[in-house]
T-cell receptor, first 108, second 116 residues
Framework: DAKTTQPNSMESNEEEPVHLPCNHS???????IHWYRQLPSQGPEYVIH???SNVNNRMASLAIAEDRKSSTLILHRATLRDAAVYYC?????????FGTGTSLTVIP | GAVVSQHPSRVICKSGTSVKIECRSL??????MFWYRQFPKQSLMLMAT?????????EQGVEKDKFLINHASLTLSTLTVTSAHPEDSSFYIC????????????FGSGTRLTVV
């Protein structure tokens, strides 16, 4: 029973924006939407999180749909170092449940 | 800040032996830590939630006698894989909450366990 749905893989050209989508149609009112990314053989790294409003930080932006059933992680200018698996996660209570993630390839 | 240190980063052990993995919060107190395992090309699967001073809560299908979790202090949780077998070979990752519910989690760098 997947709590989040993401495309398996995406590609982007270097220096171009990337929009990574995530569907979470079963989200409840108190679930935060978190995004983490993972490089091979490393632990996940925090990217951004939000509840209802769009969020911006130095790494990325998070656009949350009005009904909260989907969200989009936006990397404004992809670099080679952004190549990773990106996970959209719903925090349910005290626990994180990871979806399958999107493997992002950045093309030089 | 909010660093979680995990040790060892990789370990090879013989089938039938036990292996202990440590997870430490370096600059904050973590009342709750989480343990995940990850198979190649797959996502992280939550194994258990570790609460300081109490028994861990295991996810459905995870054998608590196989994966012993101890959280004896606010900065240390350990996962012991008992009587390891080749099918236990995996990438094990811990995480801890570094603030109130708003702030999310920080993850360790993971432990690659290979059972031969």
């Amino acid at each position: 029973d997947a709590k989040t749905t993401q495309p398996n893989s995406m590609e982007s050209n270097e220096e171009e924006p990337v929009h990574l989508p995530c569907n979470h149609s079963t989200i409840s009112g108190t679930d935060y939407i978190h995004w983490y990314r993972q490089l091979p053989s490393q632990g996940p790294e925090y990217v951004i999180h939000g509840l209802t409003s769009n969020v911006n930080n130095r790494m990325a932006s998070l656009a949350i749909a009005e009904d909260r059933k989907s969200s989009t992680l936006i990397l404004h200018r992809a670099t080679l170092r952004d190549a990773a698996v990106y996970y959209c996660i719903l925090r349910m209570g005290n626990q994180f449940y990871f979806g399958t993630g999107t493997s992002l390839t950045v093309i030089p | 800040g909010a660093v979680v240190s995990q040790h060892p980063s990789r370990v090879i052990c013989k089938s039938g032996t036990s292996v202990k993995i440590e997870c430490r919060s370096l600059d904050f107190q973590a009342t709750t830590m989480f343990w995940y395992r990850q198979f190649p090309k797959q996502s992280l699967m939550l194994m258990a939630t570790s609460n300081e001073g109490s028994k861990a809560t295991y996810e459905q299908g995870v054998e608590k006698d196989k994966f012993l979790i101890n959280h004896a202090s606010l900065t240390l949780s350990t996962l012991t894989v008992t009587s390891a077998h080749p099918e236990d070979s995996s990438f094990y990752i811990c995480s801890a909450s570094y603030g109130t519910g708003f702030y999310g989690y920080t993850f360790g760098s993971g432990t690659r366990l290979t059972v031969v």
